[in-house]
């Protein structure tokens, strides 16, 4: 006989693995503070290209004028600058980062907790068929129950 409750929870855990397969089950794999100092890192090195294509864009741009300047001090308050610009980018992209990848973490978190309880509920039906097919529970059938 085929318990309908038992496939009703099988169809909705594997829907939700379907569906989740690159998503919360993949950022449950790791701790939280894991979790987030890897996307940090991750962002880090994104911003990081990001400053130096932009950078480059605009040494191109102004190469000429770059080289036409004969004043060292002038080329290293240029450089001061730039590197007070590409920290606050990297400073607004660690809060963002931390920000975004905290709350993911977190809703994931509670999405699989919720995964879990159907694997768990799950597991019982199992149990409970095993321990019916061993015959360590007799069989019970209810009043209108077909079998």
């Not at 920000?99 to 019982?124: D, E, F, H, P, Q």
Request: glycine share 6%.
């Amino acid at each position: 006989m085929v318990n309908q409750e038992k496939v009703r929870l099988m169809a909705q855990a594997e829907w939700y693995r379907q569906r989740e397969k690159r998503g919360a089950l993949l950022v449950n794999r790791y701790s939280k503070g894991a979790y987030v100092s890897m996307q940090i890192v991750k962002s880090m090195i994104i911003a990081t290209l990001g400053v130096l294509v932009v950078l480059l864009v605009w040494a191109l741009h102004t190469g000429e004028q770059l080289l036409a300047v004969s004043d060292f001090s002038v080329l290293i308050d240029l450089g001061m600058r730039i590197a007070v610009i590409y920290g606050a980018i990297l400073v607004m992209a660690v809060v963002i980062a931390w920000r975004t990848y905290s709350r993911r973490y977190t809703r994931s978190r509670s999405s699989v907790k919720k995964y879990y309880n159907l694997l768990r509920r799950i597991n019982y039906w199992n149990e409970k068929d095993k321990r019916r097919l061993t015959g360590q529970i007799p069989q019970v059938r209810r009043e209108g129950e077909a079998e």
